[in-house]
């Protein structure tokens, strides 16, 4: 007998309807469609049900990055049109994809939505050829990645604390003329290139960004991060050493002092945690960080990353 991991994988790889995947949900058809503009105000609607924090802007900027890799799934909640389903993927050339934004609205759960847009989601990607597929899984969202043949790697954790101003030295703001170089000491360390991503994020935040070049001006690391509501998030946050990644924290928690801040932090890095605890953050939970099928990891350098940009891109 086949084990439910390469009888997903099967289901995925043979191939879906063209036109979507079509399941019963009581007495209402639903289908999985590609997300659009319109979209974003349900989809943001969405995340407040399921407790999630993410924004329009982020949904926006998910949607600019991968028009033709985000997907969703309408029905009604409270006799109203809603969306009650999602995905999102985020593509670095033809080396990874990330999925990211898996979300189900509670009274629709356990009715085969989740399975159908991740389904949707790998069918294309594996249609192009990508190399690998990553994400970052939930406790609650494990059991269902499992079973596409999903492989645990390490945990993310995040922290979260309420910023306050340190003394001591500072890392220079980031500008636009640095991002070159900064994309390509990205690249070295993460994996792959996702130039575009930090492109965006430097441009929509610029006063929150900053870099630490060597005498020779090499980049030795950066740190980038962004507003949701009144809250900061920090990441992605890398550097080549523990001191200069802690001088980036210290500047971005001095810049934002005062606001309520995240970050999340693979543990892979040994350095990373500590650095948390020293400004009084704290530990809030976790997620799963994932790999679909027996391919080889990114070929990272896991003692340069402190933290991802975020769980939806990696």
Not at 53 to 59: G, L, P, R, V
């Amino acid at each position: 007998m086949r084990c439910p991991a390469r009888r997903c994988a099967a289901v995925v790889i043979q191939g879906l309807h063209k036109g979507g995947l079509r399941r019963k949900m009581a007495a209402q058809d639903w289908e999985v469609r590609r997300m659009t503009r319109d979209d974003i105000a349900g989809a943001t609607a969405l995340t407040r049900r399921v407790g999630w924090s993410n924004d329009a802007d982020e949904w926006r900027r998910l949607l600019e990055w991968e028009p033709e890799g985000c997907y969703c799934v309408a029905g009604e909640v409270k006799g109203e049109p809603a969306l009650i389903g999602t995905v999102t993927t985020t593509v670095y050339d033809d080396a990874l994809a990330w999925v990211g934004m898996m979300l189900v609205d509670p009274q629709y759960r356990r009715q085969g939505i989740a399975t159908a847009l991740l389904s949707t989601c790998l069918r294309a990607l594996y249609a192009r050829g990508i190399a690998r597929v990553m994400l970052d899984a939930t406790d609650a969202g494990l059991p269902l990645y499992r079973a596409f043949g999903f492989r645990e790697l390490y945990r993310v954790h995040m922290w979260r604390g309420r910023a306050t101003e340190f003394f001591g030295p500072r890392a220079r703001r980031l500008r636009a003329a640095d991002m070159g170089a900064v994309i390509a000491y990205d690249e070295q360390r993460f994996g792959a290139q996702r130039g575009r991503v930090l492109l965006r994020l430097q441009a929509e935040y610029p006063r929150w960004s900053w870099v630490d070049r060597d005498a020779r001006g090499r980049v030795q690391g950066y740190l980038l991060a962004r507003s949701r509501g009144d809250e900061v998030i920090i990441g992605p946050w890398l550097h080549d050493s523990p001191w200069g990644a802690k001088v980036l924290l210290h500047t971005a928690l001095g810049a934002v002092r005062g606001r309520m801040t995240q970050v999340h932090l693979p543990d892979r890095n040994l350095a990373a945690t500590p650095l948390a605890g020293d400004y009084s953050l704290h530990h809030v939970g976790h997620t799963t960080r994932m790999i679909w099928r027996e391919v080889d990891p990114l070929p990272d350098q896991p003692a340069a990353i402190f933290a991802i940009a975020s769980p939806a891109t990696g």
